[in-house]
């Protein structure tokens, strides 16, 4: 951390019920400062994979699904994953 952000940290009082209106938005404007305040609101991409279904049949020999897995390879969404984590851990 950089003196410029220490010291504008220090101007930032700590948290508390009363100064919530006061704290917040000195909070939201060192975040964005500091290039955090995306972190707050933005949500890490999630992989998605086709669905296989587990099946069993029942005693009339009808198949009955036990379980769905979901595991689409065309939705397969690991590099906006990888981009994600490697721009987060950046921050």
Sequence with gaps: MSNSSNAILATIPHLTRPNYSVWAPLMEAYLT???QWRILFKRAPQLQYPT???TKQDEKGKDIIVNEYDTSADMLNEEAV??????NSQA
Aim: charged share 50%; no cysteine; aromatic share 8%.
């Design 33 to 35: 400062s500091q290039g």
């Design 52 to 54: 296989i279904k587990v």
């Design 82 to 87: 990888e981009k994600w984590e490697d721009k």
